[in-house]
């Protein structure tokens, strides 16, 4: 095996022909002869290049509306062919078998096919066959073919083939990584497709694949490398977002920035306002209003110390009222669906603010996967897609809600569900007042979001806790009273809960002897 290969002759065949006249044009003036196929060859000819069609390489047409062209002999013996292999050299001499040196194959546009919503058939017409064959064929026979997946990469096979006289060995291997890791990816899309379209959901087999959009300048801390991968799925949120302004997203802010998103998604637009404030992929404040002003004020009264260099999503277009209220704050990251020009302007000021627009938000039901690393394994489900809506409030205390308590438990259950477990969340009047987070007790849960929501209202002049009169929710059912009887003792009058627990009925008594209303929904919402 040389270390540079020279490359006379090349076949290409693309779906994205992008750059692709100019880089045959190149390899031509460089003395390569060119092969190719359908559409490409037609793109290469048009252009003025000369070009061989593959039928003319194989003897045989294009068949079966070309399903069957490269899908021969003549090629793949070109391609897998080791070429100081003696037995090799006979049987290509043998069968008139003529050396591929260069390949370039992108695939018929799968995923785009998926994205768009086309019909089955349509779908199953749009995978592969001869492009993934042949791409593998050329990466795994890397020590004499160069192999191109993507047409980023064509100036450097060019640039390597004017310096050297041909690919060294170094980017042939690069570029046959890259080229499995382009036909895992694709096949991954396909089969991950297939599952969903069938629900076969308990698929023996299941791969997972990105496309690398930026390496990041480290992970959660400095020692861990990190890469931000995007999947192609179109539900909007902080990987389909344009950013408008600001420093490059940290791989913190992207997690914050989806869960504060994910989170403010739950409300409708049309229906009010809503403003989520997040630290650390956590809530520290919540409110719906009838404008982004007030729920955003709302919300930052909730902990206005947590808010400090957190994340603010919103569920309707940033105002320049809204804009200049948030500036006031040091805040890492702002998205929403929109924001007027006079926002654009006024968040400007603040050039280390990035400020994302979604044109869009996320659908709080669409189904889908989510995905955890385990040692040695993979943990998936389902996407946690329901909220409070999906169910049927059960009364079980002797009081009933009032009608604001109603609305109160309903926001405080759809906080509940993206704090992290054991989660207690207390509401009133449409702003969260206290969130407890992450505990290993509930009680613990309810105690600390009762006294950030002192600490809360002590920092507006507030004599008396802001949870007095307040809704509670806890995303798990409570196994003991003593973490409801905290509540009570917070000032809460109304709690909503999964309910299910073998103390059920001593919790409703401890409920009742206080007093207060309970709502069992029968959902919860652990989140880890």
């Known amino acids: 095996m040389d270390d540079v290969v020279k490359i006379g002759r090349a076949l290409l065949s693309v779906s994205d022909k992008a750059g692709m006249a100019e880089f045959a044009r190149d390899l031509a003036s460089l003395g390569v002869e060119l092969v190719s196929t359908g559409g490409t060859h037609k793109l290469i000819a048009d252009a003025g290049v000369k070009v061989r069609e593959i039928s003319d390489l194989t003897g ?50 799968f995923e785009a096919t998926v994205a768009k919503g086309a019909d089955y ?102 020692h861990q490398w990190a890469g931000f991968y995007t999947t192609g799925e179109p539900r909007p949120g902080v990987s389909t977002a344009t950013q408008v302004q600001g420093k490059t997203l940290s791989y913190n802010n992207i997690n914050d920035t989806d869960a504060a998103f994910e989170l403010v998604s739950e409300f409708d637009p049309s229906e009010s306002a809503a403003v989520a404030i997040i630290k650390h992929a956590n809530p520290c404040g919540v409110a719906v209003a009838d404008n982004v002003v007030d729920a955003y004020k709302l919300a930052l009264r909730t902990d206005p110390v947590s808010a400090f260099g957190g994340i603010v999503a919103i569920n309707r277009e940033i105002d320049a009222r809204a804009a200049e209220e948030i500036v006031k704050v040091f805040t890492e990251v702002i998205v929403a669906p929109a924001a ?16 994302l627009l979604t044109g869009g938000l996320a659908d709080p039901k669409a ?8 040692a040695g394994g993979l943990l998936v489900q389902t996407r946690d897609n329901k909220n409070v809506d999906d169910t049927e409030f059960r009364v079980v205390t002797k009081k009933q809600p009032t009608t604001q308590e109603l609305v109160d438990l309903k926001l405080a259950a759809k906080v509940a569900k993206h704090v992290k477990s054991n989660a207690i969340v ?36 507030i004599t008396e806790s802001l949870t007095k009169g307040s ?22 009058t109304a709690v909503i809960q999964p309910g299910g ?13 206080a007093g207060i209303a309970m709502v069992f929904t029968g959902m919860r919402h652990f989140r880890h």
Do not use: C
């Open 60 to 109: 045989f047409p294009e068949m079966m509306d070309g399903r069957v062209k490269t899908l021969h002999p003549k090629v793949h013996g070109g391609l897998l062919a080791v070429r100081d292999n003696p037995e090799h050299k006979a049987a290509m001499e043998a069968h008139a078998i003529a050396p591929i040196d260069l390949v370039v194959v992108n695939l018929y546009p």
């Open 367 to 374: 189904a889908g996967l989510t995905v955890r690393t385990v």
């Open 340 to 355: 007027t020009q006079e926002a654009i302007d006024i968040i400007a000021a603040k050039k280390n603010l990035r400020l």
């Open 426 to 461: 207390y509401v009133r009047e449409g702003a969260t007042v206290g969130i407890g987070a992450g505990q290993m007790s509930r009680v613990d849960s309810s105690r600390i979001a009762s006294r950030k929501a002192q600490d809360a209202a002590e920092a507006a002049g």
């Open 471 to 492: 809704a509670v929710a806890s995303d798990a059912f409570f196994p003991f009273a003593d973490g409801l009887l905290a509540a009570v003792e917070a000032g809460a």
């Open 501 to 513: 627990s073998i103390r059920d009925e001593d919790v409703i008594k401890a409920a009742d002897d």
């Open 121 to 222: 058939d349509t779908t199953i017409e749009n995978i592969d066959i001869g492009g993934p064959a042949m791409i593998r064929s050329a990466a795994k026979n890397h020590a004499f073919v160069t192999v191109i997946v993507d047409p980023a990469d064509y100036g450097a096979v060019i640039a390597a083939i004017r310096a050297e006289g041909g690919v060294p060995y170094a980017l042939r291997q690069r570029l046959a990584a890259k080229a499995y890791a382009r036909t895992a990816a694709y096949d991954t899309a396909i089969s991950t497709w297939f599952a969903r379209e069938i629900d076969y959901q308990d698929i023996p087999y299941r791969s997972f694949a990105g496309t690398l959009r930026e390496v990041m300048r480290y992970g959660e801390n400095p």
